[in-house]
């Protein structure tokens, strides 16, 4: 009697152990798999999230100009940049940066836009590189044009070293001359747009 009673128990002990330990396994493997969905939800987060970065910054580096785009890989190419990124460009027209005709010396309107950017740039407390581009319309002969361009843009650098404390050497110059022009020249209209000073700012 007490053989067959012990048998019994120990079967009815082993059918409940046996319920448990599947519940168990079963709750083990639900946890299990609840956190490798979150775990998965979090890469696929944080992949998306790069991927947001990745299409903002080529969408910037869209909206670019061909110039900046060009500044921006002279940059590279001399190792001057950290990261290798455009951050953004400010277009300054003849009437904007204003010069006396065939003159690079800055006027007093000139200097004003300048300020109001330096400005802006120092705001940011980003350490920054600066390249400037001097434009000029087809008046003129080429090697002149060119000539004139770069005085120009030197003018502007000289500006932002001594008045702002922008270090020379993290400000190049460039001189497109009437090569890169961005109306038509044939109009009056449209040669003020060609004088132009261009500043690409890159980090």
Not at 49 to 55: E, G, H, I, W
Not at 134 to 154: I, M, P, V
Request: hydrophobic share 35%; glycine share 4%.
């Amino acid at each position: 009697m007490n053989t067959k009673w012990t048998a019994v128990a120990l079967a009815a002990t082993l059918a409940t152990t046996g319920c448990a330990t599947k519940k168990y396994v079963e709750q083990q493997v639900a946890t299990t798999q609840e956190q490798m969905t979150q775990r998965i939800d979090g890469v696929e987060d944080q992949v998306e999230a790069n991927q947001t970065r990745l299409d903002d910054q080529e969408q910037m580096i869209e909206d670019a100009s061909k110039t900046a785009q060009d500044a921006l890989d002279r940059a590279v190419a001399a190792g001057r940049l950290a990261e290798g990124k455009f951050v953004y460009e400010a277009t300054f027209t003849d009437d904007q940066i204003h010069f006396e005709s065939d003159e690079a010396e800055l006027l007093d309107d000139a200097k004003a836009a300048l300020d109001a950017f330096a400005a802006m740039v120092k705001s940011k407390n980003e350490n920054v590189y600066i390249e400037i581009q001097g434009h000029t319309d087809s008046k003129g002969s080429d090697a002149h044009n060119y000539e004139l361009g770069l005085n120009r843009a030197e003018a502007v650098r000289r500006h932002l070293s001594s008045q702002h404390g922008f270090p020379l050497h993290r400000i190049s110059v460039i001189s497109y001359g009437e090569s890169e022009p961005v109306a038509d020249n044939d109009t009056e209209e449209g040669r003020l747009s060609n004088r132009r000073v261009v500043i690409v700012v890159l980090k």
